[in-house]
């Protein structure tokens, strides 16, 4: 089994800042990909930022600049600090890792989702 437990949301004012945490456990032999997604009410879910395993990074362009994802060395946990926060970045966020688990079967994974609610 492999677990993703997210931690960090909360209510922050305009241009303010949160850093988010995405925890991955468990049966784990490879982490190919991790990053963040979110869902605001009413709009499909949709890309914030990820990481390959390779290092490579990829952003939404209306977090440019503002958002920057990292992981810790030991490559299991993901964090996404966001800064200048503004009101449409009001979503709930998901993490997403794709990894491999020490079956060698490769698949996607989500976090329960943590809710980021920034006020004008």
């Known amino acids: 089994q492999v677990q993703l437990v997210e931690s960090g949301g909360g209510l922050v004012q305009a241009g303010g800042s949160l850093r988010l945490s995405c925890a991955a456990s468990?049966?784990?032999?490879?982490?190919?990909?991790m990053g963040w997604y979110r869902q605001a009410p009413g709009k499909q879910r949709e890309l914030v930022a990820t990481?390959?395993?390779?290092?490579?990074?990829n952003y939404a362009d209306s977090v440019k600049g503002r958002f920057t994802i990292s992981r810790d060395n030991g490559k299991t946990t993901a964090y996404l600090q966001m800064n200048s926060l503004k009101p449409e970045d009001t979503a709930v966020y998901y993490c997403?890792?794709?990894?491999?688990?020490?079956?060698?079967?490769?698949?996607?994974?989500w976090g329960q989702g943590t809710q980021v609610t920034v006020s004008s």
């Open positions: 997403n890792a794709d990894l491999t688990d020490t079956r060698l079967v490769r698949n996607d994974y």
């Open positions: 990481f390959t395993r390779g290092g490579n990074t």
């Open positions: 468990g049966r784990i032999f490879r982490i190919n990909a």
